[in-house]
């Protein structure tokens, strides 16, 4: 997979990861597909209308490493060669060192 494919599918997405509830984004009914499989145990949140997923679910899905660092607050996915970092309230992240832009910061959810 090249490094444009890889950032457009990780970065394009939109990201959620689950960890704390946040007053400023909710969940909402929506169809989500990922490889071309509906997944109705998703759920999918929209804040600014930005549609996140779970990203750890997404780069698995993929294939890739996902990791988080709650020292340094920040997720790692690696595929392949490609290595992107995000730190989590973030909109800025790091794809193989270089400086990138997310569509909206990263931010950490769940449901409990």
Request: glycine share 8%.
């Amino acid at each position: 997979m090249n490094r444009k494919k890889l950032s457009r599918i990780i970065l394009g997405i939109g990201m959620l990861v689950g960890i704390q509830t946040t007053a400023w984004a909710k969940p909402v009914e929506t169809t989500f597909f990922l490889n071309g499989k509906e997944r109705d145990d998703v759920e999918v949140v929209v804040k600014n209308d930005v549609t996140y997923v779970p990203l750890r679910l997404v780069g698995e899905e993929l294939d890739a490493q996902v990791e988080y660092d709650a020292m340094s607050k920040k997720v790692t996915i690696v595929k392949d060669k490609e290595k992107l970092e995000v730190p989590i309230g973030s909109k800025q992240g790091a794809l193989n060192g270089e400086e990138v832009e997310l569509i909206g910061p990263m931010f950490m959810h769940t449901n409990e």
